[in-house]
């Protein structure tokens, strides 16, 4: 076999391997969107971008959910984000800044749903296959889209819910909120975001409730069944 057949053998092999774990193509989007949102926020076309990445993180969560949950739960997803979708473009584009608030709880909806499908797939397994890890990563990645939304609701209900360091006054971005919600999250701090506002205080401590339970159950879970295969083995 020649060297340029051997790597396209190779790549087909990693492409192969990729679509085995639908969870890791996830993790993988969330973890591109994460990166690529600071370098079209706040740019004349950043609107549409966050658009186009947030459809296309819904597609694969659904894709999830269907795999892993079935018809029943996939159709909660579809009552979710359909309109989800339709009210982020309607509010966008034609200006209707109502909607933003409604947009915001129903896709941080959404998340949730997607993410308790996940952790009702990782739990249900008595052994802990590489797909499940990757779930793992992604069903992080959810609850933190899903309360940086929340978030997003609650500074448009609530003007100056949050402040940080930099321009305290001014609402924080989209970047801002999803960094406080990985802080939160994962329990390593606030950062420079603060929120100020009573409501937005309860919702920064039920994130970090949630993220610790999170850390707490279904992690350790996944780590004592790998730990117990390895033995096995």
């Known amino acids: 076999m020649s060297t340029e057949a051997a ?5 087909l092999r990693l492409l192969a391997g990729i ?15 994460l990166l690529a949102y600071p370098s079209f926020e706040g ?3 950043g609107a549409a971008w966050f658009g186009a990445f947030g459809a296309i993180v819904l597609l694969l969560a659904m894709r999830m959910v269907h795999r892993t949950a079935g018809h029943a739960r996939l159709a909660v997803a579809l009552v ?3 309109p989800a979708i339709t009210s982020n473009l309607v509010s966008t584009l034609d200006g209707q800044a109502w ?3 409604w947009s915001a709880m129903l896709e941080a909806l959404f998340y949730f749903h997607a993410a308790a499908c996940l952790v009702a797939y990782m739990l249900a397994d008595r052994h802990a296959t590489s797909d499940e890890l990757f779930a793992a990563g992604a069903t992080f990645t959810l609850l933190a889209w899903a309360f940086a ?15 940080a360091a930099a321009n305290p006054l001014a609402p924080r971005t989209w970047t801002e909120l999803l960094f406080l919600s990985f802080v939160l999250l994962s329990s390593t701090g606030i950062g420079d975001v603060m929120p100020l506002t009573p409501l937005a205080r309860a919702l920064a401590s039920l994130e970090i409730f949630v993220g610790v339970m999170y850390l707490a159950l279904v992690v350790s879970r996944l780590v004592g069944l790998t730990m117990i295969a390895r033995t096995e083995r």
């Open 7 to 11: 790597a396209r053998f190779a790549r």
């Open 19 to 33: 679509g085995r774990h639908p969870s890791a193509i996830l993790l993988l989007a969330q973890l591109a969107a």
């Open 43 to 45: 740019t004349p076309a």
């Open 80 to 82: 979710l984000a359909v």
């Open 99 to 101: 909607l933003a608030p």
């Open 149 to 163: 939304y929340v978030f997003v609701a609650c500074q448009l209900m609530q003007p100056g819910s949050f402040a």
